[in-house]
């Protein structure tokens, strides 16, 4: 057993307030980063109207950012062994919240984009680091704590961005969802360069240049396919197409000429440990659920049901608050080892399916809050039986070696899978949209009871409001059924892919505390 401590066990863990300090530290920065990619969805329109561009241009103060990030993701254990944690981690705070203040500053798209790009390349640094810094914070006998921590952050942080976001725009303006992160950087860059420490310094390396490029342009491309394809109407665009091979090209390549690299930039080895594998693949599933709902559901809210972007955010809360509740229960079984972790987060899939087929059927034109609370709960309930178990049988089944890439492939999985969630899910609401609008317009006639009594009632087939009426309702009960079929879209895939914990390993965390 003391081998096996002395393979896994951190040499940098804290205890009593120092270990405090630095989880407020790391929770603020990954709370920074992650409400950041929520919060600018919600002022983008302002942003657009401000500069007088349209949805194309301005999709790209997003897709900037984005495109920095994924990129950035898997560099992290690079990076981090070539100048020092701390000093990568504090450094990416400080290269996010100076980009933050110049985003506010921006006077045009153009400056707005680049600035964008610049804190993409900060906060990319962020999420992946965090997780490997509680790793090692808590050590492994405590990695229940450890990732209860971070889910408060990152399943947090989705719902409370459109909240934040929403509350300025209506009373500020979009200028300050950039300056509100430079109190907050400064704090968590302070806290982290006086309380964090290495676990080793940083040293030479030389950097695979080659691979870089390669990488740059696999994940580049990928990310402008998932952000842009159904604005351009996928493969029917030719930049679509094009990006589309570069992606396969460039992440092909790279891969070939990684595993042949003696200065590998990215150690794909770790995706060769089963935990990390279907880790990797589970948390893109948590991708497409966390990120999925957050995307549809804001807008089903606001446009189908007419809610005020406040009581939007405060929906959305309910299942922020479920995940809170929940979340210290579930890092307590798994911490004692009570409860094998691939069950709970098995449970948790089945809950997160369950939640999402039940909004699928409340999803109606009078849908009103109180209806929509109990699934949120389900959904949250679900949320924090998976993130910590999953987050554990993978964090906690690796060496302190393997500890920085697996985080890295641990959260840029999830990015991928919000990504192509927003993708996916965005063109079958569109479509879905057309196809609903075209069924239910098609059997509008006098023959159906409902249709002639309306009109009827309206003025008659010869008034030309009365049909104009008759159109919006198609169209907004076209609308609720498309919601309605994302839900249950996301509840399939989120179930399907569910078994998928049974390729999980259970972490020998148990066996720790027993010595």
């Known amino acids: 057993m003391a081998l096996f ?26 709370l920074l980063e992650i409400i950041d990619v929520t919060i600018v969805n919600v002022s983008l329109p ?52 100076c980009a933050s203040l110049m985003c506010g500053l921006s006077n045009s798209l153009g400056q707005l984009v680049f600035w964008r790009l610049i804190q993409g390349l900060g906060g990319g640094g962020l999420i992946a680091t965090s997780q490997a810094i509680l790793r090692d914070t808590y050590g492994i006998k405590e990695q229940g704590k450890a990732q209860g921590v971070f889910a408060m952050g990152v399943i947090v942080g989705p719902a409370l961005g459109p909240v934040i976001g929403g509350w300025i725009t209506d009373n500020w303006n979009w200028h300050w969802i950039f300056f509100i992160n430079i109190p907050i950087g400064i704090i968590a860059a302070t806290l982290i360069w006086n309380f964090l420490r290495n676990p080793s310094e940083g040293r030479y390396l030389k950097l695979d240049w080659i691979g870089l490029i390669l990488m740059c342009i696999g994940l580049g491309s990928l990310q402008f396919v998932l952000e842009n394809g159904q604005q351009y109407d996928w493969f029917d665009d030719a930049r679509i197409r094009w990006f589309t091979f570069f992606s396969a090209a460039g992440l092909a390549s790279f891969v070939w000429w990684t595993l042949r690299s003696t200065i590998p930039i990215v150690d794909l080895r770790v995706l060769r440990l089963r935990q990390v594998a279907a880790g990797s693949i589970l948390g893109a599933v948590i991708g497409v659920s966390l990120y999925g709902s957050i995307i549809i ?12 972007a406040t009581l939007s955010g405060a929906t959305v ?31 948790g899939f089945c809950l997160l399916a369950l939640s999402n087929w039940m909004l699928g059927g409340i999803t109606t034109p009078v849908s009103d809050f109180h209806s929509l609370v109990f699934p949120l709960i389900i959904s949250g309930l679900g949320l924090a039986q998976i993130f910590v178990p999953l987050s554990v049988a993978v964090m906690g ?11 890295a492939f641990y959260n840029l999985s999830r990015q991928i899978g919000g990504s192509l969630a927003a993708a996916i899910l965005i063109t079958m609401l569109v479509r879905g949209f057309t196809v609903h609008q075209t069924e239910l317009a098609g059997s509008q006639n006098f023959s159906r009871y409902p249709t002639s009594r309306f009109v009827l009632a309206q003025g008659g087939p010869t008034n030309r409001a009365t049909m104009e009426k008759l ?45």
């Open 5 to 30: 401590r002395s393979a896994f066990e951190s040499p940098v863990v804290e205890h009593g307030w120092r270990r405090t300090v630095i989880s407020i530290a790391v929770i603020t920065a990954t």
């Open 46 to 97: 302002n942003i657009q109207g401000n500069f007088g561009v349209g949805v194309d241009l301005g999709a790209w103060v997003v897709t900037a950012y984005l495109i920095a990030n994924v990129v950035v993701i898997p560099l992290n254990p690079w990076f981090a062994a070539r100048f020092g944690r701390r000093q990568y981690f504090f450094g990416s705070i400080v290269l996010f919240t």
């Open 297 to 308: 559901l804001p807008q089903y809210l606001i446009n189908s049901l007419g809610f005020t």
């Open 317 to 347: 809360m309910v299942r922020a608050g479920a995940v809170l509740a929940f979340t210290p229960i579930t890092a307590f079984l798994v911490g004692r080892g009570l409860v094998d972790p691939r069950l709970q987060a098995f449970v």
């Open 397 to 407: 089944s690796v060496s302190d070696a393997d500890v920085p890439a697996t985080a």
């Open 471 to 515: 159109r919006l309702l198609v169209s907004a009960q076209s609308a609720v059924e498309s919601y309605a079929d994302t839900s249950r879209w996301v509840a399939i895939i989120t179930i399907g892919l569910s078994p998928l914990v049974l390729l999980l390993k259970r972490p020998r965390i148990g066996m720790v505390m027993a010595e």
